[in-house]
């Protein structure tokens, strides 16, 4: 995988790293990344929840795979940004690329795939229009489709 840009990005939250995020090594532990992610992923689909107030609550996202590269290490204090776009949407599921940076620099980029979700029947759906309409509208580089 290419070191992500930030620019390439059209989804930014900061993220401050907490005392407790930090191992005996002194640097921000492995798994905290993942709940960066997780931070920047329910934050870039809370926008569409206006659009559409039966998500979460009937349909919505649920992960499929989720994989992380470290490039650099990151010690408390910092402040971070992290960054999410979706990259592809096939048919049910999305690939959302995320990245941490810390000054403008990439310290970790993830990969992961969504799958679209009918919470009450417990099964896939395919991604609907409006959805595919909204992601195509705020993203800077157009996901594969």
Not at 35 to 40: H, I, K, L, N, P
Request: with cysteine.
């Amino acid at each position: 995988m290419s070191v992500p840009k930030l620019e390439e990005f059209g989804h930014t939250i900061p993220m401050s790293v907490r005392w407790g995020d930090m191992d005996m090594l002194g640097h921000v532990n492995n798994v905290q990344y993942f709940r960066y992610a997780e931070s920047g992923r329910i934050a870039y689909f809370e926008a569409f929840e206006k659009s559409d107030p039966t998500f979460w609550k009937e349909h919505g996202i649920i992960m499929a795979g989720i994989g992380c590269d470290f490039l650099a290490q990151v010690h408390y204090p910092a402040e971070l940004v992290v960054a999410s776009r979706i990259s592809r949407m096939g048919r049910s599921s999305a690939e959302m690329r995320q990245a941490v940076f810390q000054d403008g620099k990439a310290v970790a980029a993830l990969r992961g795939t969504i799958v679209w979700f009918d919470y009450r029947s417990n099964s896939t759906l395919p991604i609907p229009a409006h959805a595919r309409e909204w992601i195509r509208a705020r993203e800077v580089v157009a996901p594969e489709e």
